[in-house]
């Protein structure tokens, strides 16, 4: 009569086995888990976003230190833009966990007509992010949030600039100082209050606010007043 294939004793030894693969794998979640929790890391998979942040952001967020910054995405959800924006608040806190970051859908009653009063936007406003540091603010309009083409008579947008106008923006708000830019005058220079493409610079005017300046003004150099 020949011996069975699997004896009582293989059996237990393959169940012992089995039981020992399940109870390792088990700790290797628990530790994996462990490990994320005190350790996250957040990878941005998003395509569109390109999302590495620049060394002049990131140099940006390591130097707020203990600065408080919210920002508020005040935002439809549905609007085009709204999943980069998001992306892009998300990278800047996951490198700055000071960041304090609400996301308000300002169509929602409440929260949205607190925040309206708070920082005097208009009912007919649209979505913007709002950047506050100890009560000196800056928002930035979902309409500079992009560069437009022309082509063939119908705008696209050809550029997102959120990087570029949130940094400044937070710049903006934690800095101590106010920063003003003079704009030449009394020899016939070009106003920066025109907004004529070919004969004014408002919207150099409006780049430099963009920027983090906080005033432009004009200064009269035909006088001899002092530069400021």
Known sequence: MSEPTFSRWRKWRIGFNVAVAIVSALA?????????????????????????????????????GTNKVKIIVFF???????????????????????LDVEFVDYRIPGRANRIRADYGIAMGDG??????????SRSVALSELSDFS????APR??????????????????????????????????????????SGYSRFARLLNSAGVDEVAEFDSLHGRDVP
């Open 28 to 64: 290797v979640v628990a530790m994996v888990n462990y490990l994320a929790a005190r350790h996250p890391f957040r990878y941005n998979w998003s395509e569109s976003a390109g999302s590495k942040l620049s060394p002049l952001t990131t140099r940006v967020l390591s130097n707020l």
């Open 76 to 98: 439809i959800p549905k609007e085009p833009l709204f999943s980069q924006v998001a992306s892009v608040v998300k990278d800047y806190q996951a490198a700055a966990p000071s």
């Open 127 to 136: 979505s913007r992010v709002i950047f506050d540091s100890h009560g000196k």
């Open 150 to 153: 022309f082509q063939d008579g």
């Open 157 to 198: 947008r050809t550029a997102f600039k959120g990087e570029q106008l949130f940094t400044a923006a937070i710049v903006n708000v934690t800095s101590a100082r106010k920063l003003k830019a003079y704009f030449l005058s009394g020899h016939g220079e070009l106003s920066y209050e025109s907004n004529d493409d070919n």
